[in-house]
């Protein structure tokens, strides 16, 4: 039987850090902090709920990050 693979490790970083800050300047620190994939959202966005490792998710409002989660 073929064992499980281990999903990579999320970057060392604080979600919170990135509220407040201008979208396209918090996408481009999260990539270079390590995170594989970066979604930008609009509030009240109707998305999947499925986490994935490696992903940050930023609510945007008026060009700012108004919330950030893992997954």
Do not use: H
Request: charged residues 30%; contains cysteine; proline residues 10%.
């Amino acid at each position: 039987m073929a064992s499980i693979p281990t999903p990579p490790a999320e970057p060392e970083d604080s979600p919170e850090t990135y509220v407040g800050m201008e979208a396209s300047s918090a996408e481009r620190r999260a990539r270079e902090r390590g995170w594989s994939s970066v979604r930008s959202l609009p509030p009240g966005a109707i998305i999947t709920m499925e986490y994935r490792v490696g992903r940050l998710n930023f609510e945007v409002g008026d060009g700012r990050v108004t919330r950030c989660w893992k997954g």
